[in-house]
């Protein structure tokens, strides 16, 4: 009977305010019995959202949760029981710049982090799904890595983040959408995993400095034919592996080279008291050059990094005679 009676007066309290310290969040209580944060009616700065609330986890930040602190937020403590962030739910907060997710966020809702100050995230591997445009015109956004639960990248996800640099793509991904990386003017270099078999149209449109992207795999279909895939990215070489399918001499308007750095025979041997060696391949291929002491369990050191010119460029090492022996390797960025 008490049971009962317990029942009665949890089921009755859909949406309310927490008690106490916890007073300045706004909830509802979810058929399961875990916690929605739908409002936030604090300060700002730097704010701590609990793990529970009147007892009950808190599993979820909904739909424009903090839209009343968008100018205030300074950092945000997740709780660990979190599993979802909503659409919008920091939309515009600019002066939010660092952000750690925790394990266990399986979704990332539209525009959650759109125009934040966000410098860098982490992203968790629990991390399935990421909304449209989650982090579009985050103009602060410096490097990410995605998660390896993703498949699809939508539509315009990091669209104008013009200070991203540094993206690694998973090779759980198969899709990027359209506009994904659209004016994301520092991205120098890209890798595109094999398992990547559609881009949609204008994915790197208007990515001014893009000079090199590499495919692990076949050529994957067009959105919209392509037409605007590379738009404005005037700079930018294809490059793809020798014997891949599906690949010409041009691909979305941009030249497409296969990947075929090699050392110049006869090139390798002492100059100057260094030991050096003449690299050929595509003209714009970018090379990094590795070194190790130990082949059978190797280290490998990154030695340099360089983009073909003309015919070759000569790489030579300034520590060989520090080692009784010493192997080399080339691979792509």
């Given at each position: 009977?008490?049971?009962?009676?317990?029942?009665?007066?949890?089921?009755?309290?859909?949406?309310?305010?927490?008690?106490?310290?916890?007073?300045?969040?706004?909830?509802?209580?979810?058929?399961?019995?875990?916690?929605?944060?739908?409002?936030?009616?604090?300060?700002?700065?730097?704010?701590?959202?609990?793990?529970?609330?009147?007892?009950?986890?808190?599993?979820?930040?909904?739909?424009?949760?903090?839209?009343?602190?968008?100018?205030?937020?300074?950092?945000?403590?997740?709780?660990?029981?979190?599993?979802?962030?909503?659409?919008?739910?920091?939309?515009?907060?600019?002066?939010?710049?660092?952000?750690?997710?925790?394990?266990?966020?399986?979704?990332?809702?539209?525009?959650?982090f759109t125009g934040s100050g966000l410098i860098s995230i982490t992203i968790p591997n629990s991390v399935t799904n990421l909304g449209a445009g989650a982090f579009w015109n985050c103009g602060s956004l410096t490097s990410v890595k995605i998660p390896t639960g993703v498949?699809?990248?939508?539509?315009?996800?990091?669209?104008?983040?013009?200070?991203?640099?540094?993206?690694?793509?998973?090779?759980?991904?198969?899709?990027?959408?359209?506009?994904?990386?659209?004016?994301?003017?520092?991205?120098?270099?890209?890798?595109?995993?094999?398992?990547?078999?559609?881009?949609?149209?204008?994915?790197?449109?208007?990515?001014?400095?893009?000079?090199?992207?590499?495919?692990?795999?076949?050529?994957?279909?067009?959105?919209?034919?392509?037409?605007?895939?590379?738009?404005?990215?005037?700079?930018?070489?294809?490059?793809?592996?020798?014997?891949?399918?599906?690949?010409?001499?041009?691909?979305?308007?941009?030249?497409?080279?296969?990947?075929?750095?090699?050392?110049?025979?006869?090139?390798?041997?002492?100059?100057?008291?260094?030991?050096?060696?003449?690299?050929?391949?595509?003209?714009?291929?970018?090379?990094?050059?590795?070194?190790?002491?130990?082949?059978?369990?190797?280290?490998?050191?990154?030695?340099?990094?360089?983009?073909?010119?003309?015919?070759?460029?000569?790489?030579?090492?300034?520590?060989?005679?520090?080692?009784?022996?010493?192997?080399?390797?080339?691979?792509?960025?």
């Amino acid at each position: 009977m008490l049971l009962n009676k317990r029942l009665l007066v949890t089921f009755g309290m859909m949406a309310g305010l927490a008690t106490g310290l916890q007073a300045q969040f706004a909830y509802k209580i979810n058929s399961d019995l875990t916690i929605t944060i739908t409002g936030y009616t604090g300060p700002g700065g730097a704010v701590t959202i609990p793990p529970t609330l009147d007892g009950l986890l808190v599993t979820s930040i909904g739909s424009n949760a903090f839209l009343s602190v968008s100018s205030t937020l300074t950092s945000v403590s997740l709780p660990y029981s979190l599993t979802s962030i909503g659409d919008n739910a920091f939309n515009a907060c600019g002066s939010l710049t660092n952000l750690t997710i925790p394990n266990g966020v399986t979704s990332i809702g539209g525009s959650a982090f759109t125009g934040s100050g966000l410098i860098s995230i982490t992203i968790p591997n629990s991390v399935t799904n990421l909304g449209a445009g989650a982090f579009w015109n985050c103009g602060s956004l410096t490097s990410v890595k995605i998660p390896t639960g993703v498949t699809f990248i939508v539509d315009g996800t990091f669209y104008e983040c013009v200070k991203l640099a540094s993206v690694s793509i998973p090779n759980s991904v198969n899709t990027i959408g359209s506009f994904a990386f659209y004016n994301c003017t520092s991205l120098g270099i890209i890798t595109i995993p094999n398992s990547v078999t559609v881009i949609g149209d204008g994915a790197f449109a208007a990515c001014t400095n893009l000079s090199g992207v590499y495919f692990m795999g076949t050529a994957p279909s067009l959105g919209g034919g392509g037409s605007s895939l590379f738009s404005g990215a005037d700079y930018s070489v294809i490059y793809y592996r020798p014997g891949a399918a599906g690949w010409g001499t041009t691909f979305a308007g941009r030249p497409a080279l296969p990947c075929n750095p090699h050392v110049q025979n006869g090139s390798a041997g002492l100059r100057g008291g260094q030991f050096g060696f003449s690299v050929t391949g595509s003209y714009g291929l970018r090379i990094v050059v590795e070194a190790s002491a130990n082949p059978a369990n190797p280290v490998w050191v990154p030695m340099a990094t360089n983009a073909m010119g003309f015919g070759s460029y000569y790489f030579s090492d300034p520590t060989s005679m520090q080692y009784p022996r010493r192997f080399y390797r080339l691979r792509s960025p």
